[in-house]
């Protein structure tokens, strides 16, 4: 039977999950499962079946219809939901053409095992893999060669299962870095490695950025702080271009702002499909009484934590999904206001925001270093700053590892896995 969109979003096939699952894991922003089927809880609480009948084609025309009607309403009492859309021909699309690799073969298990378990491997073996998969490397340059991206008119919902594909073009490009560092190329490391960024640019500077596309930007870049703090700047000792590097890693900060951007993004996919194919469709099966107001009320929630998030305030994210009451629901559709978002979403970017300032200020101390000779814990005041605490991070001189400032509960929510040890 072939799967309408809203079972595309619900039913992701099993490399989807795999990724999703691998993220979580990553982050550690939840309990596993809590985000990768949000859709199968909503529709537990609400009692309904999560193999949602198909619409017929009639019922469909009907429910774009009416979710197209609501959709003006609310951006009409919203104006911060209209977005601008820009004009990016299809070749110049940088996420076009990454959603574009799907038809690709791409990489070589080989070559995908020596990023797995890059501890250890030889950048010889590496670069051999790397001339093996010559066409998969110059299709990944060359998207990462456009400056230009836009996801106007592409449906989240469609794209799910070619995740995992882009995040291999990414470490592709990192793998090729390290190589080149190997081999004592730095010029050509850097170019690499900020090709690397310029597709993590591709995923989540868009008209409509989607939390699915900033977690899998977040967890590229962690990779990418981990290759350069611990695979190429060793191999490059301290006469690398540490100001170069540092400004590699600075391309992309887990901000609010970039944050908000993606709860907004969130809710332009809702609005575009699930409104319809859900909401207005089970209202249409006479499973759902009040679909205009539960989408409404699905809309207040999120501009109020929009709203509630304040520019360069990590702090400000801590209140994300606190929810709002909706006593004229019916409950059904109060079930669907409550598994819209996960308060997870907002653990895993403030710690993502947290560990992107630490490796910012280990490669501020490696510059202090060549410039003084010697660092000690007060020249943390002088280098990168947690930016939820406001605090310095601390430095083990002994150990010479850096570690997040702040109490323990701050730290069990939104911490470290260890401590970042300095490259030498």
């Not at 073009?169 to 080149?180: G, H, P, S």
């Not at 950025?209 to 870049?221: K, M, R």
């Not at 194919?277 to 009320?297: C, K, S």
């Amino acid at each position: 039977m072939r799967l309408d969109k809203f079972q595309k979003i619900g039913l992701w096939s099993t490399s989807a999950i795999f990724l999703l699952f691998a993220v979580l894991l990553l982050l550690e922003v939840c309990r596993p499962g809590s985000i990768a089927c949000p859709l199968r809880r909503t529709l537990e609480k609400a009692g309904m079946e999560f193999e949602v009948a198909e619409l017929s084609s009639e019922q469909r025309r009907k429910a774009v219809a009416m979710a197209a009607e609501w959709k003006k309403e609310i951006l009409n009492t919203y104006p911060e939901l209209q977005v601008e859309s820009r004009n990016v021909a299809d070749e110049e699309n940088g996420y076009l053409q990454l959603l574009g690799l799907k038809n690709h073969s791409g990489p070589t298990s080989d070559l995908a095992a020596i990023y797995e378990l890059f501890e250890g491997k030889d950048p010889q073996v590496a670069k051999r893999a790397l001339e093996k998969n010559a066409a998969w490397v110059t299709e990944v340059t060359r998207i990462a060669r456009l400056d230009q991206r836009s996801n106007h008119g592409i449906a989240d919902a469609e794209n799910y299962e070619h995740m995992a594909r882009i995040k291999q073009a990414a470490e592709t490009l990192m793998l090729q870095a390290w190589v080149q560092a190997s081999d004592g190329d730095e010029p050509a490391a850097l170019e690499s490695m900020n090709a690397a960024s310029t597709l993590i640019g591709h995923l989540i500077d868009l008209e409509y950025p989607f939390l699915l596309n900033e977690t899998v930007a977040v967890v590229i870049c962690q990779g990418q702080r981990q290759v350069i703090l611990t695979n190429i700047l060793t191999q490059l000792g301290p006469q690398a271009d540490l100001r170069a590097w540092r400004q590699c890693i600075e391309r992309h900060p887990p901000t609010v702002e970039r944050f908000k951007r993606a709860i907004l993004g969130e809710w332009r996919q809702f609005a575009d499909v699930f409104a319809a194919e859900t909401l207005f469709g089970l209202h249409l099966q006479r499973r759902l009484v009040d679909p205009h107001e539960t989408a409404t009320a699905i809309t207040r929630q999120v501009i109020e934590m929009s709203r509630n998030l304040k520019a360069g305030d990590l702090k400000s994210m801590e209140t994300f999904c606190h929810g709002l009451t909706e006593p004229d629901l019916s409950p059904e559709g109060m079930a669907w206001t409550e598994g819209y978002l996960h308060e997870a979403w907002a653990r895993g970017y403030i710690r993502a925001a947290r560990m992107h300032a630490r490796s910012l200020a280990a490669i501020d101390l490696l510059i202090l270093e060549s410039e003084q000779d010697a660092i000690d814990p007060s020249d943390m005041k002088r280098a990168t700053k947690d930016p939820y605490t406001g605090l310095p991070f601390i430095l083990d001189p002994q150990e010479r590892t850096v570690s997040c400032p702040g109490p323990a509960s701050v730290n069990d929510a939104y911490g470290e896995h260890e401590p970042l040890k300095l490259p030498w």
